[in-house]
């Protein structure tokens, strides 16, 4: 399996985890040791693998399954480091999100996750429609 | 100086590069030879060097000063990677960020910015406010 492959199956498993509310297999996903932090749609930035761990065990909480898709994941690799860049469906909304690895005993583990609306807001600085079409 | 200090300073001089429209010194902050992308507000993904500068070109292009300002910047390290979170104040919009670095020839260079809204949207997964309060 190359480091992409690698990267990949690692963002494919957070996903994984997210959709089925598992908790579990969402803690083995972020790494042990690395400092970790997440930056849910819209919030300020959550700090330190408790609080991010928490966060998710809330979110998760209500079990069952999420629909929540990724597609059109791209993996940049670092070296021991590595960061995808993807979009996430759910119903009624597209968000687009960067999830950052380390490798942490031999594999790839979530250090960051980033995720906000596909749609620009008003304000912000953004490239021309032109630039990414 | 300690590595949280220079990825601050790396950081520190995105936000001066955007605040003053300097195309240049928004070059030299950028990674030359690590895998580059950048998520502005609300667009897809930009991938790889060139079109993430072109993009940088075309936002700075007006020139003069950029209303923006870093707030509440905080330096996750990960040996030679690091990412920082922080808020980015403009006229009417607070926007929430995280921008990727990785050391080359002996300096953090950015490898990834995000920014989207610090503005809960509907239909988005979030925790309970009462976790971040």
Known sequence: MTD???????????????????????????????PVACVHPG?????????????WRRILRGGGSSPITCSSAVAHLLG?????TCLERLPGATLIATNFFVREDGR???????AGPAARPEAAPAPPRTEIN
């Open 80 to 84: 021991e480091a590595a960061f995808v």
């Open 43 to 55: 919030w300020e930035a959550l700090v330190g693998r408790d609080r991010v761990m928490e966060s």
């Open 4 to 34: 992409e492959d690698e990267v990949l199956a690692a963002n494919a498993a957070f996903y994984s985890a997210f959709a089925e509310s598992d908790a579990k297999a969402m803690d083995v996903v972020w790494a042990r040791r690395a």
């Open 108 to 114: 790839f583990r979530m250090v960051h996750h980033h």
